[in-house]
């Protein structure tokens, strides 16, 4: 029997109102007037959806009707309907680019304003006539890289603000030296300095679809503290002896040094040498111009570090897949520009191996500092923790995986792993695609915390599947990275016994500045969104949705809902809703061409599937049918613009341009990591069998957390809610 206890709380009062701006449009001119010519007070429509009408006193109301303003509340009568607000500040015309942008950051309470005099005051110069150089006071404090390692990154195309590279050399007793080199920002930005102060406030970089926000001021981001190729930098590094066939690590050192990087390369270039492919050496700068002897020698060397380091990253991955790690998948949609700014394509991220070569070097670092600050400082480290998702949010991807035949285990991270990858689907690969995506949807975020605040056993990474991890490899753009510098220091003086310097944050406000910046992490993260979403609706908004073959595209059935569908558009990376029955209370009818239209009839929603029927027959849509929508823009006055898809056809769509066609992910990476699996799991099988050591504690070795507060769940639902906002009136 089960017994529901149920808690009664009153509000007793209020200790600090959560003040904040509101996006908000004046009602149409006839709406004005129809209030009265003497009537000041105004009903403004907020950008949001979720907040009410607010009330406003102004006598602008007709002037600016086509704008968007910021509004404030100030209270709210019990007997109205309505809370009062007052006026702040005008953003735009409603529809220009800046005016969109601006609502997107208010909506996000992100402040970006200049950088003060103050802190520009605090910057090092760096001009042709006084040229940044190395201090002759912080050589005999840093490791020198400069002639010994080649060091090089690997970026995207055009990036700026350069926060790691790596290196990688045989040493002469055959192992191999590993090296994560991180741009040493805390040399420059010194504690509770001004600059530090808006770094703290600012907590993150913000990126979006065709600008960023700094967190710290250009001479550092875009120029002292990036590693750019052939000048001398200052770094945090870290670097492993590895066993020179299994990569087991043999000693790693952590500490400040002096690099020259040599190559400042991007993905698509390093991975064309991966592949042997020599062609796109003439877009290597540091190459181009070079000849003969020389150039080949240089190329060996650079071929032989990426093939090395792709190795070892195969080895690392193979590693954290024994132990549960997720290959998760999530749609990173890019907003390519011409040269006057205008949109010229929206093109999804295609995975590449040396993607995956970069993020496994990465995680290795903040691993291993993650491990260091916590051994040196176990009640007031900054970690960052993963829980385990609640089995109900794995519902849809269970129920949607059995539809295809396939059964998915989510009882540990291991389980979950090894069912996805089982999940495949020959003849469609975008399947196990959709299947990851489900997965990453059920998924709780990753959260900074202070170690002291936490017993040991929530600070697993159930993603990841590590035991301890931070953020260390990124300090020009997160600022939990600063922190953890800091503490990286700290724990390496005192390992020689030296006095700290500064004295490290306590646990109480270590995890006050966590909530901090885990709050502005999620407004950045649905800032970038919601850009994203803008230009995508500023893409096809001049394209005439029936003539324009590119709002034409196939969509794939994700979720099924009882009054329509929820598609992925493998073409430009969009998720959304497409109705089966519209307002006039029509069902679609698929004719025997495929082609479909509105007719009176009834729609029957099952676990996997949706059937149609009108007097002219019936039509079921399974999950994971291909189908062809027409993408147009919903436009609305008061609120931000939406991509609006309807079904035109009941077959898959094939575009004319093969172009325009969805890679699919590289199979040779997927296959070398599973090589490496299969090696490893046969040697510890033979090993283990020689020593019959038996195998103990599972709850232990994938780190299973315990459930959360009601409070919790419930957030993490409203935040699963938002993920699909343009399918919010779909019945669930």
């Given at each position: 029997m089960l017994c529901w206890l149920t808690?009664?709380?009153?509000?007793?009062?209020i200790i600090q109102r959560n003040w904040r701006d509101y996006v908000v449009t004046f009602p149409p001119k006839e709406e004005v007037q129809s209030q009265g010519k003497n009537s000041q007070k105004i009903l403004v429509t907020p950008w949001d959806y979720r907040i009410p009408k607010i009330r406003i006193s102004t006598q602008q109301a007709e002037t600016l009707q086509d704008h968007r303003v910021v509004a404030r509340i100030d209270s709210w009568e019990s007997t109205s309907l309505y809370p009062n607000g007052h006026f702040v500040r005008v953003l735009g015309k409603a529809g220009d680019l800046e005016t969109e942008v601006a609502a997107i950051l208010v909506e996000n309470n992100i402040q970006v304003?200049?950088?003060s005099e103050a802190q520009m005051r605090e910057m090092p110069v760096n001009n042709p006539e006084s040229p940044w150089r190395v201090e002759s006071e912080q050589e005999p404090e840093r490791l020198d890289l400069r002639e010994?390692?080649?060091v090089f990154s690997i970026d995207p195309?055009?990036?700026?603000?350069?926060?790691d590279t790596l290196s990688v050399r045989r040493l002469a007793n055959g192992n191999v030296e590993l090296g994560v080199h991180i741009a040493d920002v805390t040399h420059f930005v010194k504690?509770?300095?001004?600059?530090d102060l808006e770094a703290r406030a600012r907590a993150t970089t913000y990126y979006l679809a065709d600008r960023r926000y700094d967190m710290l001021p250009p001479i550092l981001s875009a120029d002292l503290c990036s590693l750019l190729g052939s000048v001398d930098r200052y770094a945090m590094s870290v670097m492993w002896e590895l066993d020179k066939s299994s990569y087991e690590v043999k000693r790693v050192w952590y500490g400040r040094t002096i690099i020259r990087s040599s190559y400042k390369l991007f993905y698509e270039a390093a991975q064309a040498l991966l592949d042997g492919d020599w062609s796109v050496v003439e877009q290597i700068p540091e190459l181009a111009g070079l000849g003969g002897e020389t150039r080949q020698e240089k190329l060996d060397q650079l071929v032989w570090a990426i093939g090395s380091l792709a190795d070892i990253a195969r080895h690392l991955r193979a590693k954290r897949d024994r132990g549960g790690a997720l290959e998760l998948e999530g749609v990173e949609v890019r907003v390519q520009l011409d040269a006057q700014k205008n949109i010229a394509a929206l093109v999804p991220r295609q995975p590449l191996e040396v993607h995956e070569t970069v993020a496994e070097c990465m995680i290795l670092a903040n691993h291993w500092v993650a491990k260091k600050i916590w051994e040196r400082f176990p009640h007031q480290a900054l970690l960052r923790h993963h829980p385990q998702p609640r089995q109900e949010f794995f519902t849809e991807l269970v129920e949607c995986a059995k539809a295809k035949g396939f059964t998915i285990d989510t009882r540990s991270n291991k389980s979950l792993a090894d069912s996805l990858d089982r999940a495949v689907d020959p003849a469609d690969p975008l399947v196990?695609?959709?299947?990851?995506?489900?997965?990453?949807?059920?998924m709780s975020n990753a959260l900074y915390f202070s170690t002291g605040a936490y017993p040991e056993e929530e600070y697993y990474h159930y993603g990841l599947a590590l035991e301890r991890y931070t953020h260390f490899t990124s300090p020009i753009r997160r600022y939990a990275d600063i922190v953890v510098h800091r503490l990286l220091m700290a724990a390496i003086l005192r390992d020689k016994g030296a006095e700290l310097r500064e004295t490290p944050a306590s646990n109480k406000e270590l995890?006050?500045?966590?909530?901090?910046?885990?709050?502005?992490?999620?407004?950045?993260q649905h800032a970038q969104k919601q850009s994203t979403e803008l230009f995508q609706c500023m893409y096809f908004k001049d394209k005439d949705p029936v003539t324009d073959e590119r709002c034409i595209a196939d969509a794939v059935i994700y979720s099924i809902r009882a009054?329509?569908?929820?598609?992925?558009?493998?073409?430009?990376?969009?998720k959304g809703a497409v109705y089966l029955k519209n307002k006039e209370g029509l069902v679609v009818c698929v004719n025997p061409d495929g082609s479909c239209e509105w007719k009176p009839g009834t729609l029957k929603r099952f676990q996997d599937r949706i059937s149609s029927t009108t007097a002219d027959g019936s039509e079921t849509f399974p999950l994971f049918q291909h189908i062809t929508v027409r993408i147009s823009v919903q436009a609305s006055r008061s609120h931000s613009e939406s991509i609006r898809m309807e079904i035109i056809s009941n077959k898959p769509h094939k575009a004319s341009d093969p172009q325009l066609h969805c890679d699919t992910p590289h199979p040779a990476r997927a296959d070398l990591v599973r090589e490496v699996i299969r090696s490893a799991e046969e040697a510890q099988q033979a090993e283990e069998q020689a020593s019959r050591a038996a195998l103990a504690g599972e709850n232990q070795e994938y780190c299973q957390t315990q459930g959360k507060s009601l409070y919790s769940l419930l957030e993490e639902i409203r935040e699963l809610a938002l993920l699909d906002i343009s399918a919010a009136s779909l019945t669930p």
């Open positions: 808690f009664l709380g009153t509000v007793v009062g304003p200049p950088f010994t390692h080649l195309q055009g990036c700026e603000d350069v926060d504690l509770n300095s001004y600059t196990n695609k959709l299947l990851r995506f489900m997965a990453t949807q059920a995890e006050e500045l966590a909530q901090h910046i885990n709050s502005k992490n999620k407004a950045a009054n329509g569908l929820l598609v992925f558009v493998p073409r430009y990376g969009i």
